[in-house]
């Protein structure tokens, strides 16, 4: 299993296509949780189950993401924190694109 971020009810092919790998779930657990507790951080929390994001809630995610990369700068090997880092990147890159291209657009993460 892994957790992704995807368009819900896509409307034409760029949505249907959007597909942001984040995690898989041995990974999350092992290098995304540690985080996430020692943080406290609740939004990332729930990537594991799954979370409907709308534009309004992004900036919340935003800066959990930026959290745990700081974490990750101090608490992970290098090989998992640069896989960590990139993948944070790519979210804090692709989401806003998603976000722009519609409104009331929702992202799925999990």
């Known amino acids: 299993m892994s957790i992704s971020a995807m368009v819900l009810e896509a409307k034409d092919e760029f949505e249907e296509k959007f597909f942001i790998p ?37 900036p919340f995610v935003l800066e959990e993401l930026s959290k745990i990369k700081e974490w990750a700068k101090e608490n ?15 979210i804090e890159t692709e989401l806003p694109i998603a976000f722009t291209h519609r409104d009331g657009i929702i992202i799925f993460i999990g």
């Open 76 to 90: 992970l090997p290098e090989e998992k924190r640069i896989k960590i880092i990139e993948r944070i990147e790519l």
């Open 22 to 58: 984040v995690a898989t779930e041995s990974f999350f657990q092992e290098c995304w949780e540690p985080a996430i507790e020692e943080l406290g951080l609740k939004w990332t929390k729930v990537f594991s189950v799954g979370i409907d994001l709308v534009e309004e809630d992004f």
